[in-house]
T-cell receptor, first 111, second 111 residues
Framework: DAGITQSPRHKVTETGTPVTLRCHQT?????MYWYRQDPGHGLRLIHY???????DKGEVSDGYSVSRSKTEDFLLTLESATSSQTSVYFC??????????FGEGSRLTVL | RKEVEQDPGPFNVPEGATVAFNCTYS??????FFWYRQDCRKEPKLLMS???SGNEDGRFTAQLNRASQYISLLIRDSKLSDSATYLC????????????FGTGTRLTIIP
């Protein structure tokens, strides 16, 4: 399995507070992704990165920002969390054959 | 119409039976197709890619029908360990930012 770790794994926060989720990989994969998964929806792409300092928006990027200062780390920030951002967040990297490897997920609850 | 549609199930199937489910996609320009497996409260993992000529991996067979725009997954001799949600994934472009995930089909194998 690809070495992808997410932190924190669980977080409960209040509306209006900032939240940062971290994704760390040990595979030296170039491409990294942040998805959210909600009931009734497939995984939806928030932001992705194709290299250090190279990022772009996905399908549901409003309210989120990302940063990638090192190959191994991809941070997702909610500047001011809202209840609609309660979700399970998955980080993924792309392997050499195009396969996506996912982290274990971060469960975020915004009260 | 959703870009990728799956029957959510649940499919409750006795152990040893054969089960099949389909996934339809709307973009005729879609380039590549995958089945991922997701266990309850876990991350998705690649089950198999779907090739134009169809492909088989042990008890699992995946097929693509471009004319009717669907992919299928067949599981033979089902095992209890096959219980999971199966996600259909379609890539409508040449990068993983174009990946669209279905909402998944839930399969439960009954002893």
């Amino acid at each position: 399995d690809a070495g992808i770790t997410q932190s924190p794994r669980h977080k409960v926060t209040e509306t209006g507070t900032p939240v940062t989720l971290r994704c760390h990989q040990t595979e030296n994969h170039r491409y990294m992704y942040w998805y959210r998964q909600d009931p009734g929806h497939g995984l939806r792409l928030i932001h992705y990165s194709y290299g250090v300092k190279d990022t772009d928006k996905g399908e549901v990027s409003d309210g989120y920002s990302v940063s990638r200062s090192k190959t191994e780390d991809f941070l997702l920030t909610l500047e001011s969390a809202t209840s609609s951002q309660t979700s399970v967040y998955f980080c993924a990297t792309q392997g050499n054959t195009g396969e996506l490897f996912f982290g274990e997920g971060s469960r975020l609850t915004v009260l | 119409r959703k870009e990728v549609e799956q029957d959510p199930g649940p499919f409750n199937v006795p152990e040893g039976a054969t089960v099949a489910f389909n996934c339809t996609y709307s973009n005729s320009a879609s380039q590549s197709f995958f089945w991922y497996r997701q266990d309850c409260r876990k991350e998705p993992k690649l089950l198999m890619s779907v090739y134009s000529s169809g492909n088989e991996d042990g008890r699992f067979t995946a097929q693509l029908n471009r004319a009717s725009q669907y992919i299928s997954l067949l599981i033979r001799d089902s095992k209890l360990s096959d219980s999971a949600t199966y996600l259909c994934v379609v890539n409508s472009g040449f990068g993983n930012e174009k990946l669209t995930f279905g909402t998944g089909t839930r399969l439960t194998i009954i002893p």
